[in-house]
């Protein structure tokens, strides 16, 4: 298991925490800051899944007049999470 913290910018999220198995699969999403119901939905839903599944939900993701979200953040950080499980 691989938990990985990454600082988020661009967002009103401060920072996202993952957890992933040996396999790659979600375990446990954490992110500070933001709209808290809609980071509340996003991590249930994410929990359970393959990360490459939700990176490539998630990513190049944008919010309002901003060039990321906090979807984005996420996909950020679980790429970067695999990253450092060697995929």
């Not at 990454?6 to 198995?21: D, E, F, I, P, Y």
């Not at 808290?36 to 490459?52: D, F, H, S």
């Amino acid at each position: 298991m691989t938990t990985y913290t990454r600082k988020n910018k661009g967002t009103c999220s401060q920072s996202t925490t993952v957890t992933l198995a040996d396999d790659g699969t979600i375990q446990e999403l954490n992110v500070q800051g933001g709209c808290n119901g809609n980071l509340k939905g996003i991590t249930q839903l994410v929990r359970g899944m393959k990360a490459e599944d939700a990176i490539a939900r998630m990513e190049g993701t944008t919010c309002g007049f901003r060039r990321t979200s906090c979807p984005d953040q996420i996909a950020l950080a679980l790429k970067e999470a695999l990253e450092q499980q060697g995929r």
